[in-house]
């Protein structure tokens, strides 16, 4: 059988419960906790990222008015014209 460890006389019980003691394996559980969750937040959001495409609108032009003709264009050519 386990024997009860007497209360000390001197010390309430809610102060021991109010803080409790940080101890170096308790500060280094949180320290892996927290690298843990930003190695993964840092491989989550570039995919996220990836995934998910960014707002874009499309052009307002409902007909465009070329500068050149298209027999002007050789065949098996091409010419960048804007919108």
Not at 2 to 9: G, K, N
Not at 51 to 75: G, M, N, R, Y
């Amino acid at each position: 059988m386990t024997e009860l460890q007497p209360e000390s006389e001197g010390t309430p019980m809610s102060q021991d419960r109010a803080r409790p003691k940080t101890t170096r394996r308790t500060f280094v559980d949180w320290l892996m906790g927290t690298s843990a969750g930003g190695l993964l937040l840092a491989i989550l959001y570039p995919v996220g990222r990836y995934i998910v495409p960014p707002p874009s609108s499309e052009s307002a032009a409902l007909s465009v008015t070329l500068s050149f003709k298209p027999d002007d264009v050789a065949p098996n050519s091409a010419t960048i014209f804007k919108f």
